[in-house]
């Protein structure tokens, strides 16, 4: 067939099968905010616990995102998706059948691990197979897989679990993932001659970087001030919308406002997770079509603040109002995510995996470290009453959370005005 064999369609089928397998990982990630009341109570925890129990995943998949970097560029990205697929469904599998929290809080992380082989390897095949000015809206549409991920996460997973119940969901995307793993070793491959297909043009060609240059690489982008530059707008944006969207955002609802049960609550992070399956294949079309980044950063930046201080101001607006500052952060997702590219454009493309690794690392320590930061917050405004054995936190507690979201917004603000300065509207 004529799609095998030419390698501008070829690459469509292969992303496909590696995004869907990326996809799982967002809906792991953010299942919490649908699972927390079920959690709570299965496990006994204040607030703090729970985004601890949430945030465990981000602690290894923090911590691999670097060493996903090496693994992507030495062993490519088909093995380093189908691998680390695997291992997620393994830890999907133990932690529907966790009978206390330390074991809960090991197979969640045991998820993590696997999850966190995948986004890196997958930005290190559009590498490969796309042209460099392709890769702004490549890296939007991987993001967009995890914001498809995240509306599965939300309220369909809420009807799954109503139907069934919080065990044997996981286990059923724990099954999900071997079959995913398998599609995604079946229909990819690492670059455009491992699949037997001429080059494309404009395409640089990949080459496997040897041990020592991999080390050289990682110790050249850790040396760049623009690493922890954008390492910061990362920390801040990836971990506020995952904290939110992911663990606080569903119990938000259900207890500030009377009479929304989690399925009806969920559709507010429904939203969030639309914005960001939205946002940045959007934003990412937008500034490779005009060639810039910085200035793109920068306005979404401010707008990603001024959503969340609008929640914390008014702390119990409209629903409607509600939704359209979830989706707008989602969306606004499209700005942080840029600095992938801008990462990437500095370096060459062998050194692709180790430099969006270096910096998602510091992404996703935000994601590891806002849960529990968010849960102590709460903590602090408990009420004492309690909702199927889960914590009740006051209206002004979830102001105070998502003061502490907006700050983070104008740090991640402060953090790219400080890149186009540096760097000018590239």
């Known amino acids: 067939m004529r799609i095998w064999s030419d390698p501008t369609k070829r690459r469509w089928i292969a992303w496909t099968a590696l995004a869907a397998a990326y996809a799982l990982v967002s809906v792991h990630r953010l299942s919490t905010a649908v699972l927390a009341e079920q959690l709570a109570t299965a496990f006994d925890t204040t607030g703090a616990a729970l985004g601890t129990l949430h945030a465990s995943f981000f602690y290894i998949y923090a911590a691999m995102q670097l060493p996903a970097g090496f693994v992507a560029d030495r062993v490519g990205s088909r093995r380093a998706v189908t691998a680390g697929t695997v291992v997620m469904s393994v830890g999907a599998l133990a932690f529907s059948v966790a009978d206390s929290y330390p074991v809960a809080f090991l197979a969640r992380a045991l998820i993590g691990l696997g999850g966190s082989l995948l986004f890196i390897a997958i930005l290190r095949f559009c590498a490969n197979w796309f042209r460099p000015t392709e890769f702004a809206r490549m890296s939007g549409l991987t993001i967009a897989a995890a914001g498809f991920g995240g509306v599965l996460a939300t309220t369909p997973l809420a009807v799954v679990v109503a139907a069934t119940d919080w065990r044997t969901t996981l286990f059923g995307l724990g099954l ?13 491959r690492d670059s455009p001659a491992d699949a037997g297909l001429a080059e494309i043009e404009g395409v640089p060609l990949a080459k496997t970087p040897s041990l020592s240059a991999v080390a050289a690489n990682a110790a050249g982008v850790l040396r760049e001030r623009e690493t922890w530059l954008v390492g910061t707008v990362l920390f801040c944006g990836t971990g506020v919308n995952i904290t939110v969207f992911g663990l606080w955002g569903v119990p938000y609802v259900v207890q500030t406002y009377e009479g929304v049960s989690v399925t009806g609550a969920s559709v507010y992070t429904l939203a969030g997770s639309a914005g960001l399956l939205l946002g940045p294949p959007l934003v990412g079309w937008l500034s490779d079509r005009l060639g810039r980044r910085l200035g793109l950063m920068v306005a979404a930046q401010a ?124």
């Open 176 to 188: 999900a993932g071997f079959v995913l793993a398998t599609v995604a070793y079946l229909l990819a």
């Open 303 to 426: 707008a990603f603040a001024g959503s969340f201080a609008l929640l914390a101001i008014t702390g119990r607006p409209p629903l409607p109002v509600v939704a359209v500052a979830f989706f707008a952060a989602g969306f606004l997702a499209g700005g942080y995510a840029l600095g992938y590219t801008v990462i990437k454009e500095r370096h060459a493309s062998g050194a692709s995996g180790v430099a969006t690794g270096t910096v998602n690392t510091m992404g996703f320590t935000g994601a590891a470290l806002f849960p529990t930061l968010m849960g102590l917050v709460l903590d602090a405004y408990r009420t004492g009453e309690t909702i199927n054995g889960a914590q009740v936190y006051s209206t002004l507690g979830y102001r105070v959370a998502f003061g502490l979201a907006a700050a983070a917004g104008v740090v991640a603000l402060l953090a790219s005005v400080a890149l186009y300065r540096t760097q000018g509207n590239q």
